[in-house]
């Protein structure tokens, strides 16, 4: 993270130790240390100075930097530490506390991979549409279950879209545009045996 700082130019290597180093000064004196030489020794003194490094890491990072790119970079070094050195099929982040936004592209992300890894990551995917179905809609257990089956990343895209009315409201908009989405999802397609073509139109024209 640091090294893309310098990289991008958000600050140099020389200013970013000075800041660091001004801070930690200034640390010691909030703490009450007089003659800090003497009262912190060289180890104490790396491990403050250490810990601004990596809050004004964190600080730059994030107030100049997308999330995305954090993300890339944490699957980047986990890829260097997996055997056969592939991140792409594993999960490297937690679904319950990752954003919407985050989760609704990496559910995109697995949809798009090739046959053979998405058939890999397939279980992830489910986890991934569990949360969402669950943030979004509903953590009805029966409701849950015919999500995991029949929904993707689009159709959850197509209720976010669909949410109206104030933050009160939401759940109950997004409620009747998921229960529509998933009858539709479930009904053979338009001109197929059994296909209730009213149905569909429904979906398209009245679920806002």
């Known amino acids: 993270m640091r090294e893309e700082i310098y990289r991008r ?5 020389e200013k970013f130790e000075n800041e660091a180093r001004d801070k930690a000064i ?3 004196r909030r ?16 491990q403050r ?7 004004l890491t964190d600080f730059y990072f994030a107030y100049n930097l997308p999330f995305d790119l954090l993300q890339r970079l944490i ?15 594993r ?13 609704l592209r990496k559910a995109q992300q697995y949809e798009n991979l090739p046959p053979e890894k998405l058939e890999q ?11 969402l179905t669950k943030t979004m809609i509903s953590d009805q257990l029966s409701f849950v279950h015919l ?23 939401w759940g109950q908009s997004r409620g009747h545009a998921a229960g529509m989405e998933n009858s539709a999802d479930c009904c053979p397609a338009p001109g197929a045996p059994g296909a209730d073509s009213a149905l569909l139109l429904y979906r398209r024209g009245c679920v806002l």
């Open 9 to 13: 130019g958000i600050t140099t290597s």
């Open 147 to 169: 999500a995991k089956a029949w929904f993707t990343a689009a159709d959850f895209r197509y209720i976010q879209a669909r949410r109206i009315g104030g933050r009160q409201n």
């Open 31 to 46: 703490e009450g240390m007089m003659n800090p030489l003497s009262e912190e020794d060289a180890d104490q003194w790396e």
């Open 75 to 89: 699957d980047e070094a986990i890829a260097q530490r997996l055997p056969g050195g592939d991140s792409s099929t």
């Open 121 to 131: 990551v397939s279980h992830h995917l489910e986890e991934v549409i569990v949360v």
């Open 91 to 103: 999960l490297t982040f937690n679904p319950e506390l990752a954003p919407l936004d985050f989760l």
């Open 49 to 55: 100075l250490q810990h601004i490094r990596n809050y």
């Open 26 to 28: 200034k640390s010691q």
